[in-house]
Nanobody, 121 residues
Framework: QVQLVESGGGLVQAGGSLRLSCAAS????????MGWYRQTPGDQRELVAS???????SYADSVKGRFTISRDNAKNTVYLQMNSLTAEDTAVYYC???????????????WGQGTQVTVSS
């Protein structure tokens, strides 16, 4: 019983910024790596940024220098700061977390519900 709840999406003008948040709720779980993905209709879901438990980060080339992923382990939350947004960033953004639940045999992926980011040009 773990949920990832996203917030922070919306409509923004090109060149603007948004900050997405994704908080895990539940009990008796441990979060390993986390990441942000995005998807547009007809396209595959693509990895935008990832962050390890120790806060080592990785970014897709398309967002390097503009997006910053971070996490607060005490709050079970991952963030995505998005700056200098362009129309190409318009998509539904999903957070992902690899989570070990108490009593389970291994990690599994959990996904947020998705939040729409629309950048007007």
């Amino acid at each position: 019983q773990v949920q990832l709840v996203e917030s922070g999406g919306g409509l923004v003008q090109a060149g603007g910024s948004l900050r997405l948040s994704c908080a895990a709720s539940g009990s008796s779980f441990w979060i390993n790596d986390m990441g942000w993905y995005r998807q547009t209709p007809g396209d595959q879901r693509e990895l935008v940024a990832s962050i390890t438990r120790g806060s080592s980060t990785s970014y897709a080339d398309s967002v390097k220098g503009r997006f910053t992923i971070s996490r607060d382990n005490a709050k079970n939350t991952v963030y995505l700061q998005m700056n200098s947004l362009t129309a190409e960033d318009t998509a539904v953004y999903y957070c992902n977390a690899r989570i070990l639940r108490s009593g389970s045999t291994g990690f599994r992926d959990y996904w947020g519900q998705g939040t729409q980011v629309t950048v007007s040009s």
